[in-house]
């Protein structure tokens, strides 16, 4: 394995990145396959030195992550380097779903739309330039869905290595979504758990190996922010009053937040108020829970729900998702599985997109805050479905299926009175 | 039922479309809810009076479909009305494909992106705006898979009524794709054919009901214009010199022709030559026969491929396909089930993207084309790839897996001497 060495990383290597900062005791550290703080093994984040940038910058830019570049530690020339090019996907005016829920101005950002159909293309894309960058030479992740579709897709297209590391009792469509791209899926023995740990492990022992959400995250993460700045672009640079935001580990809704924060710090939008809100499924809602017993702490969970992808007990960000819904005036809330299934079904029916479970728990928590009054009916609210409706299947299985079964004739037709 | 009179039609309903037209005699009729010629029975399509059109005019429209409205029969506010806003879908430049395979320059235009992940979206969106501006007030299809999807998606998002056939067997996955949007979804007994049949004559009964691929299909089929008119723009307003593109009924083929041809002719592009390729599965390979025996006609089959979706035995185009192709120096050819199966794991392997069963008969021609010196490696190619491979799972199923099954642990991972 090659042994990534700061001083072969080129100029620009991260953009306008000017380190890494702690974002527990804001302790800085250079630039490098860094992903815990010397000080104090808090967790680490980007910083930057924006200079200026300007809305025309962006829009001249291409149609996906890459025009936000000067806000991303990628270099100026990322878009020439093979990738899966998310983003830049829809915003959509939900109005019949606002009708139903009694709002007056909503909008869906539907990340099902991406290269893997999940807003996972977005953070690993990033986490892939910044591998590249350190000369890593594998990009690795221990995953149970979305995740390793990403992994696998953007190595095949960068046409270097991928591992995946999965559950051997993953579902098996799980597993095809993400071997059909040819890299190297290794079964462990084990739950989500154990995958994590060993992955942890090699990351430790492997320089060479990239794994996207350990030894990178930090870059990785910083991917999420383009969600923010996506919704703001398309809603004419304009920063939304309210967001509801899925809340797995916690990143991406802390990454909205500062995504926000930069947009008006750099005057490319009014630097309005907003709320942002979180949503957890009742079987796994350690930070809904420390939310509404005001603590500040996030007593770990063992998952038991169908949104698999949200099934994270012990989230790395749960505390900053705290702070960050409570600055803002937000909140974080969780529904049942039932009432997941539920949410699925509401924004498949009213605005033809079929979300994954995580996107039935990001509706069903919309309706919740709105049914309790913590979301206010009449300011303008932001839903972000951050993955496919395809790929969790089994949620709506015993819920939908044919009106009825006909003989192939009209007289059959009109009799069963379908219409 | 309401009955659509062409009196109540608004002016500019169809936007430039100026009539309808016969492929076959060429006489003359009114824009309306006409699908058949009334001299010979022969299909009609859409003309235009398309006026000057800029590149300017359609490079600020929106990112969808949308942008090429005044070269579409919809509009000029289509827009504002609740649709789900397709197209404007990656082109991918694929150059580890090329590379595997001897090419110079390869794209793929990737519709997996759309939102119901088919091309599907396309051509549904045109048919919804005919079946709204003509006063209908059902959207109805006979189906096996991602029409059913896109036109359920569709209606639901118009809030319109939706009215999908399909046959009683069709696989569970299929039906819940369909089925969660909401609408009116009708298993009857019999194979797909008789599903048809048993729409034709609903069509012909129930006056207000736009069946998108029978009595509004003139408009329908325009939709697949936008795949051409989209890849000559993302080529810097140029087209390619060759195209491979599947081949189901035939029409997209022929549609693709006709984008080329009116961009050329409005001074959008130079009308520089390219030749067209038409992809079909050996199970179902009519117009490959035809094109190889030097037929005009084509002869109906019986299919029987994985490729489900490219699995009309009796294609309404197949005579057009056949002109398309050898007036412009291309060909027909088709490829058996293994070699479609390679074909989505060699797109999936080289450029992260994972096609349906449709892709990869267009992958598995494109290298079978090339290998007999039908296609030139030396002339820009685009590939379509129309659909998603999360839809086709089956196809891969018996082929792609774990590489291996490991403890977890690090000694057990460095034993298995994975990477």
Tied chains: 1, 2.
């Excluded at 739309?113 to 030479?137: C, I, Q, W, Y």
């Excluded at 749960?318 to 079904?345: F, K, N």
Aim: net charge negative; aromatic share 6%; hydrophobic share 40%.
């Amino acid at each position: 394995m090659q042994n990534p060495d700061r001083t072969t990383v080129r100029e620009g290597a991260f953009g306008n990145a000017t380190g890494l900062v702690c974002r527990a005791c804001g302790a800085q550290q250079e630039l490098g396959p860094h992903y815990a703080c010397l000080e104090c093994f808090g967790p680490l984040e980007v910083a930057y030195d924006f200079g200026t940038v300007t809305r025309e910058q962006i829009e001249a830019g291409p149609k996906s992550i890459w025009r936000y570049q000067p806000l991303l530690p990628v270099p100026t020339d990322i878009a020439a380097f093979p990738n899966t090019d998310p983003g830049f996907t829809r915003l959509v005016k939900a109005d019949n779903l606002a009708r139903e829920l009694g709002l007056k101005t909503l909008w869906v950002k539907d990340d099902s739309g991406n290269p893997t159909h999940s807003f996972k293309d977005r953070v690993v894309a990033v986490a892939l330039s910044a591998a590249r960058e350190l000369g890593m030479t594998v990009l690795a992740c221990p995953s149970t869905g979305n995740l390793a579709n990403a992994v696998a897709a953007a190595a095949a297209r960068a046409g270097i290595k991928s591992v995946v590391f999965i559950p051997e009792n993953l579902e098996r469509p799980k597993i095809l979504t993400t071997a059909v791209y040819g890299g190297t899926l290794v079964a462990v023995r084990g739950n989500y758990d154990d995958v994590n740990k060993l992955a942890s492990e090699i990351a430790g022992e492997e320089e060479g190996w990239a794994f996207v959400n350990v030894n990178v995250r930090p870059y990785y993460a910083e991917g999420s922010k383009t969600l923010a700045y996506e919704t703001a672009e398309q809603l004419g640079w304009r920063l939304p009053e309210q967001v509801v935001i899925p809340v797995a580990s916690g990143s991406q809704l802390t990454k909205v937040d500062k995504g926000f924060t930069e947009l008006g710090r750099l005057g490319l939008v009014e630097p309005t108020p907003y709320k942002i809100f979180g949503a957890q499924a009742t079987g796994c809602s350690p930070v809904a829970q420390a939310f509404r017993e005001g603590h500040d702490v996030v007593r770990p969970v063992k998952p038991d729900t169908i949104a698999k992808s949200l099934a994270i007990g012990n989230p790395a960000d749960g505390p900053y998702v705290l702070d960050t819904c409570r600055r803002t005036g937000g909140a974080v809330e969780d529904v049942s599985d039932d009432e997941v299934r539920d949410g699925i079904q509401l924004l498949a029916r009213t605005e033809g997109i079929f979300a994954e479970t995580a996107g039935g728990v990001t509706i069903a928590t919309l309706k919740k805050l709105l049914a309790s009054g913590q979301l206010d009916p009449d300011a303008e609210t932001v839903v972000f479905n951050t993955g496919d409706g395809l790929k969790t299947l089994d949620a709506i299985a015993d819920r939908v299926g044919p009106a009825a079964t006909i003989d192939p004739t009209y007289t059959a037709f009109t009799a069963a009175d379908l219409v």
